[in-house]
């Protein structure tokens, strides 16, 4: 038999746009039969833990147009629980004026990326929302897997900071970033990118995914014109999933959110997503093999809401995923 065949049959746990970027660049068929053994239908205990001793979670998610947007939740470690291999509990709910408060319906795709910045391992989890409240949702998991501990900027958690609560409004924007929303981009060494395939909704090996993008401080170039604002972002080698990638090839949409850990400041956007496999513009990303254009179509700044406070980044690094 064929063996090509087999990988692009249905139980393959890669959607065709994965499998499209994954052939284009050379890698499919070593990436599939890794993606059979490291890519489950549920959490393994290590990564069920895992979860558990987190500060924050990372989550992608869905708005009623269908555009991706990241998030951060936080909570004293154990506010990520796990009661069976096929679910995480999550005790906290999305910041004002973030608009992941509107993307947590029962049934809607949703994706959560668990990092640890001490030990800067990460692991994911994708599926779909069981439920909802005001307390906290769960994720019913329907994808899980690991990614390595590279390029991620180590740092160090210091005591809480003090949050302003409600006079910590937000700050919402259209297509054109606001000048703290530059000047956030440029100082900025850490950020989270959401993408969507293109029939989310069936959950499985579609839906939403959510990734760690890092670099120098200033990694993503930000480039204002006329009325709307496009960011680049240079994307190195990586785990050759393409997970994100294979998205924005069959709906290229995707969001971003930002942070600056000296203030506790977060940006979040999303827009339409271009990928330049070959441009002159990687000789200014050194080490870059691609760039991800994203056009902004909104975003909104939220200032000091970030609940910890982290020291510098202990060292430095670029990502890809």
Known sequence: MDERAVFDDGSSPFHPGERAVQQRLGVRERIERGGRRLIRDAMPEEHREFFELLPFLVVGSLDAAGRPWASLLSGDPGFVTSPHPRSLMVASTPLLGDPLRENLRAGAPLAVLGIQLETRRRNRANGRVVWSNDRGFELGVEQSFGNCKQYIHARTRGEPRHLPGAAAERVPGGSLLSPRAVELLADCDTAFLATASANAAQGGREGVDVSHRGGPPGFARVDPSGDHTRITLP?????????????????????????????????????????????????????????????????VLLPAVLRERWSGPASAGTDAG
Do not use: C, K
């Open 235 to 299: 994307d190195y080698a990586g785990n050759n999933m393409f997970n994100s990638f294979g998205n924005i090839q069959v709906n290229p949409r995707a969001g971003l959110v930002a942070v600056d850990f000296a203030s506790g400041d977060l940006l979040s956007l999303t827009g339409s997503a271009h990928v330049l496999w070959d441009s002159p513009d990687l000789a200014r990303f050194p080490g870059a093999e691609r760039l991800l254009e994203v056009e902004v179509d909104a975003h």
